[in-house]
């Protein structure tokens, strides 16, 4: 048997119905405002959740990015002080096969010993070198100068200890600390060359090894001299491989770097595709809802009850 229709039951359904495409062209109405294609929550729960995984990577990436430029200024920094040190042992290399190997006068030693005593003061100063206000060299330490000359012995000391005396080398090996920067998700670069590595331990020890040239510089006696023309070419050569490590971090930083700029623009897109509206699609459904509201509202005035007025006309 037929269920039976009523003009009520007809009202309550073109109502549902009607009230349905209402919030359709409200939805795309809003989408269109607003230029988002998600506007509330439920409305596409999945790209919400899109959006905000590619959200939390744009920001990480962000955050690396700032990591990476300044490690490249504490990099830049050291190895513009690492060159300069190994110009100077260059310069006392030079001096030492002079000296070593021809006859000079004693005003000609003179004049070498005045250039090794501005030579070792330099070093002290690269030393000391700093990024803004944050010392280069010192470990952890950053706030006070790590480098220093002993008032008794002469020596270079390193955060209060020798880096020559062998009783001192235990201490400061403990103090061989590097600051590092995270440059991306679980990886960590150093950034900072310690002092002890930059300045050498014991008899690898710049200051040491020049004061030692300084303090024989006026002997005439050549074999005095000759000794030191090795020690520099060791030192030149360990200053040279210290300025080839800088310079692979270097590498590998603008590594990252292109790496996060690619990233960068995968995320941005996967973000546009969760969150921006297609405009041309947004204005076409708007257009296919509000002709479908028209009609049902046209349709809507034909199902609703006559009044007595309608039949007294």
Partial sequence: MAQRVTNSMMINTFNRNLSRNAAK??????QLATNRKIVRLS????????????????????????????????LTQSESSVSELNTIIKRVYELSVSLANEVKTPG??????????????????LGNATLGDKYLFGGYNVTR???????????????????????????????????SYEIGFGTDLPVSISGVRFMGLGEDNVYHQMKEFYESASSANLEDLQPFI???????DN?????????GRQNRLDLMTARFEQDFINYTQMKSDAEDLDQAEAIMYFSMAEAVYRAALSVGGRILQPTLADFLR
């Fill in 230 to 236: 090795g020690i520099f070419q060791r030192l030149q």
């Fill in 108 to 125: 000609d030693r003179q004049a070498a010993s005045y250039e090794l005593r501005e030579l070792l003061d330099q070093v002290v100063t």
């Fill in 25 to 30: 062209m409200e939805r795309f109405q809003s």
């Fill in 145 to 179: 100068a790590p480098m220093a000359v002993d008032a008794v012995s002469g020596e270079m000391t390193f955060n209060g200890f020798s880096l020559y005396d062998p009783a001192d080398l235990a201490d400061v090996q403990a103090l061989d600390d590097v600051i």
């Fill in 43 to 74: 409305d596409d729960p999945v790209g919400v959740i899109k959006s905000l995984n590619a959200r939390s990577r744009l920001s990480g990436i962000e955050q690396y990015r700032r990591n990476i430029q300044d490690a490249q200024s504490w």
């Fill in 239 to 247: 200053a040279l491989a210290l300025s080839a490590e800088i310079g």
